[in-house]
């Protein structure tokens, strides 16, 4: 079963820093990379699809940034708000899997 | 909002009974998932289908099966349901099988006791 690491489990910050996560996936084979969203008490929701090398993508003050040939992916939030507590999940597929792979995700808590 | 729903949304039964969770999607997507999450171990894959009458296991598929007979619903069945089972279950939904998001599903609560 392929590995996919999140680092750090958890942080906590203050309103108005900007932090970052790290998601590791295995560097062969890459074939897509997603970032989820989940809030407690609620469903899983997609930020980010990533396919290719380089690839860059923003939504607000949300941004991602995918290294396939080195295996890792960072997310950024900038300025983070109290709105933006929730644990983010990454999930790798490679070319040969059938279905994408969850990381552990890494909750984070931010205070007013 | 994906059109994506759960039934039932909480459950609780017996050790030994069977149990069936229905998932029903509006979409149309080809794919369909089903994910137990447990405090530890993130979303883990039970089952997926990638089509009507098409099913494959995932990471934890042990104790549970799946059917598919049409498009839109994707049912998971605990033939004889454990304490282990005890957890909250996701149903997602994709149009490919991995350039595409997934869609997820409200969650259902089971406990067995």
Known sequence: ILNVEQSPQSLHVQEGDS????C????????????????????????????????????????????????????????????????????????????????????LSVSS | DAGITQSPRHKVTETGTPVTLRCHQTENHRYMYWYRQDPGHGLRLIHYSYGVKDTDKGEV?????????KTEDFLL???????????????AISRTSGHNEQFFGPGTRLTVL
């Not at chain 1, 932090?19 to 790290?22: A, C, G, L, Q, S």
């Open chain 1, 19 to 22: 932090t970052n996560f790290t």
């Open chain 2, 77 to 91: 069945t605990l033939e004889s349901a454990t304490s282990s089972q005890t957890s909250v279950y996701f149903c």
């Open chain 1, 24 to 107: 590791s996936f295995p560097s062969s084979n890459f074939y897509a990379l997603h970032w989820y969203r989940w809030e407690t008490a609620k469903s899983p929701e997609a930020l980010f699809v990533m396919t290719l090398n380089g690839d860059e993508k923003k939504k607000g003050r949300i941004s991602a940034t995918l290294n396939t040939k080195e295996g890792y992916s960072y997310l950024y939030i900038k300025g983070s708000q109290p709105e933006d507590s929730a644990t983010y999940l990454c999930a790798f597929k490679d070319q040969a899997g059938t279905a994408l792979i969850f990381g552990k995700g890494t909750t």
């Open chain 2, 61 to 69: 598929s042990d104790g549970y099966s799946v059917s598919r007979s």
